[in-house]
């Protein structure tokens, strides 16, 4: 018998087809889809009184959200550094000054892994509030082996403490350390020869990250220490062609990464090389709005160049302090010239192939049931109604984990 039935809703997304299935229901039974279509096509005895049915009321129905680029277990308060930009100072500038990666740094230093923990559930709760299932979560604020390692053990706990699946990446090549900054290479060797072999033996990362970046890591940097976790087990991505072009794109198609993130400055050679080789371009364009960069990166061409464009919040102190992942779904729209259905594909399907998690993203029969009822009747509206949230219930494998409260998901039946 199903664990839990929705019923009454506008359309199920299924993300296998380019449309959804007008007025179908869903059925879960041990954390897995095992019947999607029509309510009269419910074999007798499937539904019964330890059967929870959740009504829908008219909403749509989708996989749950994969945000494929997160940093969200972080210490400390900037703030102040947010007003600064709003004044005229530069994301650079800053991070030149002192501030930046390096201001966070100092705080997740001198935290615990306990206090990493509790400051990071927030965050997670409000993901999950905005149908997040499964989110990639940075390390990248240690820049030492003892640092990185306690905030991907911290990743590890909180993965366990709540209903978001977490994905761990390493990202030990975010900033050059300050007591590095005059032996620069020797800061890589420690992430080649120490940190990557560290986090592999102890299983503690999928992926591994490098920001390849005027002011952060070169192409040559970046390649010795993807390399070095590709020999390790771990898959790379890259932050690439977020503030200039340094060749992170082309990088990123030679190593085979999982995707290449950012990509304002990617240009027609950089797009041509992440398709051919199957990479996929990962957009956060809250953070191109939080640092006002122009131009934002160009999410039509590369979904024309037949990339798989993944979206995700990328929250973090920074550049994005934002758990809302329908507002990124706007931001998609608005300026990176995606379609509703494409950015809505590009924060399920497109996420979670980005992530290597051919199993999410989807609804399928037999697939985890990992799934949000939205309070409007199709994904169109989730960019419209711009930053909104509509997800009013939320399952994680077959369990529901988030029940919007009041006026909590907005109401567009
Ligand atoms: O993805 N670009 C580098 N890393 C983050 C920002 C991190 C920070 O400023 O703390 C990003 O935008």
Not at 103 to 111: G, I, L
Not at 249 to 255: G, P, Q, T
């Amino acid at each position: 018998m199903w664990s839990l039935l929705i019923r009454n809703t506008s359309l199920v997304h299924t993300l296998e087809a380019a449309k959804g299935l007008p007025r179908a229901v869903v059925g879960v039974e041990s954390g897995r889809v095992t019947y999607l279509g029509p309510e009269d096509g419910i074999a007798s005895g499937a539904v019964g009184p330890g059967t929870e049915v959740l009504d829908a009321h008219g909403g749509f129905v989708g996989p749950g959200f994969v945000d494929p680029h997160t940093h969200l277990v972080f210490a400390g308060d900037r703030a102040r550094e947010f007003e600064l930009r709003c004044q005229g100072a530069s994301y650079l500038e800053i991070a030149q000054a002192g501030g930046g990666i390096a201001n966070t740094v100092r705080a997740v230093r001198a935290a615990s892994e306990d206090e990493l923990v509790e400051a990071a559930l927030p965050r997670l709760k409000r993901l999950l509030a905005h149908g997040v299932t499964c989110a990639e979560v940075k390390s990248g604020y240690g820049l030492t082996l003892d640092d990185e390692l306690k905030m991907l053990r911290a990743i590890r706990r909180l993965s366990a403490l709540q209903p978001v699946e977490l994905v761990p990446t390493l990202l030990c090549a975010h900033a050059i350390p300050p007591e590095y900054r005059e032996r620069r290479a020797e800061y890589v060797e420690l992430c080649a020869r120490d940190i990557i072999p560290a986090v592999a033996a102890d299983r503690l990362a999928r992926f591994c990250d490098v920001f390849v970046e005027e002011g952060a890591f070169t192409v040559e940097e970046g390649r010795r220490i993807l390399e070095a976790a590709r020999a390790h087990g771990m898959i790379p991505r890259l932050h690439a062609d977020q503030l200039s072009r340094m060749g992170a794109s082309a990088l990123a198609a030679e190593l085979g990464a999982a995707s290449a993130d950012h990509l304002e400055h990617v240009d027609a050679a950089g797009m041509k090389a992440l398709a051919s080789a199957g990479v996929s371009a990962v957009l956060v364009p809250t953070s191109t709005l939080f640092l006002r960069q122009t131009p934002p990166a160009p999410g039509r061409a590369l979904v024309d160049a037949g990339v798989n464009v993944a979206l995700g919040t990328n929250v973090n102190p920074g550049s994005a302090m934002s758990e809302n992942l329908p507002l990124a779904l706007g931001l998609a729209c608005l300026l990176n010239g995606l379609t509703a259905f494409e950015a809505y594909r590009a924060a399920t399907r497109g996420a979670a192939l980005a992530l290597k998690r051919e199993d999410l993203g989807t609804l399928r029969v037999g697939g985890p049931a990992d799934l949000v009822v939205f309070s409007c009747t199709s994904e169109a509206h989730l960019p419209y109604h711009l930053g909104i949230n509509h997800a009013s219930v939320v399952v994680k494998a077959g369990r529901v984990v988030h029940r919007a409260t009041g006026t909590e998901a907005a109401d567009c039946r």
